[in-house]
């Protein structure tokens, strides 16, 4: 989260070119060796990566913890989405009125985002913040423990099936261009998940909490004798976090349709590669590595190594935290690994 | 009774000093005593009417095995810091070694005796190669590296069909033999059980005299400290490539037993859920403390396998339909995250802490930051 402020203008120059050029040249790349049926999934389930990627980002970038249990708050959050739908909208299946649609939809990601982001602070509170000055083993495996618990709980509740989530955005709606389908819940899935790192971006960047978020990032003393007040702030990351998973729950169920409780642990590894490989810490490089490792993923399975479309990941995980440990973007916490 | 414990005293202090000084004897004297009264403890009554001796040594073999992997990965975490949580995959590699040579699937038939040690070479080779590029990373990116690796083997495993038979995994491994004297046959269980005895005893005694060794207290060093350890003159990416190699050697040569004593090894069996296991036998037995972690997860086998099974049968019998439905077997991961939580939560240094000082659970203001 940390981004570098004071570098050298020549390098800010670069950077502000260089970067948006590279990106625009890969997913050029991409569309033309996919084809753009397979680059709209890709898409879609970077945007999911990239939301559950922020989380993890953002609380190494504060203190320094990989939350373990993130993923399974991503998991969570599609069960949370699946009793918003039912039990407090009443809907089963795709909501064809468009009023209805929009009001549905906004309460559907407003519940699950809050519901979320109360349980990752909850989470924060009672598993991390008494372990915050002990060493980093420690709060590490309670999250171990937390992510266990979570699952069981939804186990022993929902039980070990694939649960139907009610997919509210009609998956029939589409238009065509020229031979490709398009449909129109992927652009909406990754209109919203860009929406959100927009408005995510802002807040780091413009409010005073964002400030706050930054500084802690930084040195947690010297922003604690500048008067931050360090729990609430790494409460709020934690708030933000989970929310953002919370959002990629709620999206994940609408594409996907389906969800388990075993969903998260894949799901949070992989996105954690996106943050390990985007620099952790680094927030747009979140984004980045989640949309990258969605394309990875998605193009293993297009070229036939679909069974093996985790190995890669992972083996791209080693060898890119042997080679660049700081990631794509780097970070100025990039350094302690 | 207190004036027999006292009577006792001097004798007990005697026999703590001499035991301090010579800990493999000591070691080999408390394997010995612990295998002749577990089969004679599981006779009593509440014991005793679970199962047979038959199964109870069986059930002990098998824990024993978790043992082992807790003791290895012991070395890891708590001699020498790193957190490995892909452990599953070394005690997958020492398996399929010896599942690949040993099994109608190549029709290879190699012994078992040798390839024990070939398990263990294996796993330390695993071990050095994925450490090797990785260990000069700090914390718990390495966490992440051993999670990934511990994914990717059994992808690899499970994709592999060639050579390793795939969903299926390679069944019909050979059983050990003693040419002229024993084979090893899965209706009697206590020749494994024995030989599950003697690993036992080795490994202790390897592990406890690495412990005593230089590098026993480099690992020490490089735990509390590995700046302090680095400019003393410990070269800490060796010392932990050590810790690494032999913690994947122990996994490798228990793989091995495992796949003999299971006749098949499949995908399935290494799982993310053996690597936690075995971490949550190490935290709850006491990091550091090797006969703590073992009988940490001797007993966390036990209770899953053979109590929470039993209270299942035992609650059908009432009939109560509400505790009938539950599968209590469930339980048993929610109960390892609760244990994980509240033990680093309230007593980080374990059941049997280590002897000696380990700055990671006890000191609060040290540590990374």
């Given at each position: 989260?940390?981004?570098a402020?004071?570098?050298?203008?020549?390098?800010?120059?670069?950077?502000?070119?260089?970067l948006?050029?590279?990106?625009t040249g890969?997913?050029a790349?991409?569309l033309?060796?996919?084809?753009?049926?397979?680059f709209l999934?890709?898409?879609?389930l970077?945007?999911?990566?990239?939301?559950?990627?922020l989380?993890?980002?953002?609380?190494?970038?504060i203190?320094?913890?990989?939350?373990?249990?993130h993923?399974?708050?991503?998991?969570?959050?599609?069960?949370?989405?699946?009793?918003?739908?039912?039990?407090?909208?009443?809907?089963?299946?795709?909501?064809?009125?468009?009023?209805?649609?929009?009001?549905?939809?906004?309460?559907?990601?407003?519940?699950?985002?809050?519901?979320?982001?109360?349980?990752?602070?909850?989470?924060?509170r009672?598993a991390?913040r008494?372990?915050?000055n002990a060493?980093?083993?420690?709060?590490?495996?309670?999250?171990?423990?937390?992510?266990?618990?979570?699952?069981?709980i939804?186990?022993?509740?929902v039980?070990?099936?694939?649960?139907?989530?009610?997919?509210?955005?009609?998956?029939?709606?589409?238009?065509?261009?020229?031979?490709?389908r398009?449909?129109?819940?992927?652009?909406?899935?990754?209109?919203s998940?860009?929406?959100?790192?927009?408005?995510?971006?802002?807040?780091?960047?413009?409010?005073?909490?964002?400030?706050a978020?930054r500084?802690t990032?930084m040195d947690?003393d010297?922003?604690?004798?500048m008067?931050?007040d360090?729990?609430?702030t790494i409460?709020?990351?934690?708030?933000?976090?989970s929310?953002?998973?919370?959002a990629?729950?709620v999206?994940?169920?609408?594409?996907?349709?389906?969800?388990?409780?075993?969903?998260?642990?894949q799901?949070?590894?992989?996105?954690?590669?996106?943050?390990v490989?985007?620099?952790?810490?680094?927030t747009?490089g979140?984004a980045?590595?989640?949309?990258?490792?969605a394309?990875?993923?998605?193009?293993?399975a297009?070229?036939g190594f679909?069974?093996?479309?985790?190995?890669?990941?992972?083996?791209?995980l080693?060898?890119f935290l042997?080679?660049r440990?700081?990631?794509l973007?780097g970070?100025?916490?990039g350094d302690?690994? | 009774?207190?004036?027999?414990t006292?009577?006792?005293?001097?004798?007990?202090?005697?026999?703590?000093?001499?035991?301090?000084?010579h800990?493999?004897l000591?070691?080999?004297?408390?394997?010995?005593?612990?295998?002749?009264?577990l089969?004679?403890?599981?006779?009593?009554?509440?014991f005793g009417?679970?199962q047979?001796?038959?199964?109870?040594?069986n059930?002990f073999?098998?824990?024993?095995?978790y043992a082992?992997l807790?003791?290895g990965?012991?070395v890891?975490?708590?001699?020498?810091?790193l957190?490995?949580l892909?452990y599953?995959a070394?005690?997958a590699?020492?398996?399929?070694?010896?599942?690949?040579?040993a099994?109608?699937?190549?029709?290879?038939?190699?012994?078992?005796?040798?390839?024990?040690i070939?398990?263990?070479?294996?796993?330390?080779?695993?071990g050095?190669f994925l450490?090797a590029?990785?260990?000069?990373?700090?914390g718990?990116?390495?966490?992440?590296v051993?999670?990934?690796?511990?994914e990717?083997?059994?992808?690899?495993?499970?994709?592999?069909d060639?050579?390793?038979?795939?969903?299926?995994?390679?069944?019909?491994?050979?059983?050990?033999?003693?040419?002229g004297i024993?084979?090893?046959?899965?209706?009697?269980?206590w020749?494994?059980?024995?030989?599950?005895?003697?690993?036992i005893?080795?490994?202790?005694?390897?592990v406890?005299?690495l412990?005593d060794s230089r590098?026993?207290?480099?690992?020490?060093?490089?735990?509390?400290d590995?700046?302090?350890?680095?400019s003393?003159g410990?070269?800490?990416v060796?010392?932990?490539?050590?810790a690494?190699?032999?913690?994947?050697?122990?996994?490798?040569f228990?793989?091995?037993?495992?796949?003999a004593?299971?006749?098949?090894?499949?995908?399935?069996?290494?799982?993310?859920?053996v690597?936690?296991?075995?971490?949550?036998?190490?935290?709850?037995g006491?990091?550091?403390n090797?006969v703590?972690?073992?009988v940490g997860?001797?007993?966390?086998?036990?209770?899953?396998?053979?109590?929470?099974?039993?209270?299942?049968?035992?609650?059908d019998?009432?009939?109560?339909p509400v505790l009938?439905e539950?599968?209590?077997?469930?339980?048993?991961y929610?109960?390892?995250?609760?244990?994980?939580?509240?033990?680093m939560?309230?007593?980080?240094?374990?059941?049997?802490?280590?002897?000696?000082?380990?700055?990671i659970?006890?000191d609060?203001?040290?540590?990374?930051?």
């Open positions: 989260m940390a981004t402020t004071g570098t050298v203008r020549t390098e800010r120059v670069r950077g502000q070119f260089f948006p050029a590279v990106i890969f997913l790349l991409m033309g060796l996919l084809g753009f049926e397979q999934n890709a898409m879609t970077g945007a999911i990566y990239a939301l559950i990627a989380g993890y980002t953002m609380v190494y970038g203190i320094e913890l990989i939350n373990f249990a993923g399974d708050v991503f998991m969570v959050a599609t069960f949370v989405s699946i009793a918003v739908s039912t039990t407090l909208l009443g809907q089963t299946g795709a909501v064809l009125d468009i009023p209805t649609l929009i009001i549905s939809l906004i309460v559907l990601f407003t519940v699950t985002i809050v519901v979320m982001a109360l349980v990752g602070a909850l989470i924060e009672l991390y008494p372990l915050r060493p980093k083993l420690a709060p590490l495996i309670t999250a171990i423990g937390v992510s266990f618990i979570l699952q069981n939804i186990q022993f509740f039980g070990p099936y694939i649960t139907n989530v009610p997919q509210l955005f009609s998956t029939q709606w589409a238009f065509t261009i020229g031979e490709s398009v449909p129109l819940l992927n652009l909406f899935v990754i209109g998940a860009l929406f959100l790192m927009v408005v995510l971006q802002l807040f780091i960047s413009r409010t005073k909490t964002g400030r978020m500084t990032a947690r010297a922003s604690s004798l008067g931050v360090i729990n609430r409460m709020i990351t934690f708030l933000i976090g929310g953002l998973a919370g990629a729950g999206i994940h169920g609408l594409y996907y349709g389906n969800t388990t409780f075993t969903l998260g642990f799901s949070g590894l992989k996105a954690f590669t996106a943050a490989l985007g620099g952790i810490g680094n747009a979140a980045l590595g989640g949309f990258l490792i394309f990875v993923e998605v193009g293993a297009a070229f679909g069974r093996w479309g985790g190995a890669i990941v992972f083996s791209l080693v060898v042997i080679f440990p700081t990631g973007l970070s100025s916490t302690r690994a | 009774m207190s004036t027999l006292a009577r006792f005293a001097p004798l007990r202090a005697r026999s703590n000093a001499y035991f301090a000084q800990r493999s000591g070691v080999l004297v408390a394997v010995i005593t612990i295998g002749v009264a089969p004679l403890i599981s006779r009593i009554p509440p009417d679970l047979s001796m038959n199964a109870w040594v059930a073999t098998i824990a024993g095995i082992l807790a003791v990965l012991n890891v975490i708590g001699f020498a810091g957190l490995d892909g599953a070394f005690f590699l020492g398996g399929y070694t010896y599942a690949i040579v099994s109608p699937f190549f029709d290879i038939h190699l012994p078992f005796w040798p390839m024990l070939v398990g263990a070479l294996i796993g330390a080779m695993f050095i450490g590029p990785t260990l000069r990373l700090r718990d990116y390495l966490a992440i051993t999670l990934g690796f511990g990717i083997v059994p992808i690899v495993l499970l994709n592999a060639p050579f390793t038979g795939g969903t299926n995994g390679l069944g019909g491994v050979d059983k050990p033999v003693i040419p024993l084979e090893f046959t899965l209706i009697n269980p020749p494994f059980y024995v030989l599950m005895m003697v690993m005893a080795l490994v202790m005694t390897v406890f005299r412990q590098i026993g207290r480099a690992w020490d060093a490089v735990r509390e590995e700046l302090a350890a680095e003393s410990v070269n800490t060796i010392s932990k490539l050590q690494f190699a032999v913690g994947a050697a122990i996994a490798g228990v793989g091995v037993f495992n796949a004593k299971l006749t098949i090894v499949a995908p399935d069996q290494f799982k993310f859920v690597s936690i296991s075995a971490v949550a036998a190490v935290v709850l006491g990091m550091g090797p703590g972690v073992a997860a001797f007993v966390i086998y036990l209770v899953q396998s053979i109590f929470l099974k039993q209270l299942n049968t035992l609650v019998n009432f009939n109560i009938q539950i599968d209590f077997l469930e339980f048993q929610v109960l390892y995250g609760i244990v994980l939580v509240l033990m939560l309230k007593r980080p240094q374990g059941i049997f802490p280590a002897k000696r000082r380990i700055r659970f006890k609060t203001v040290g540590g990374a930051k």
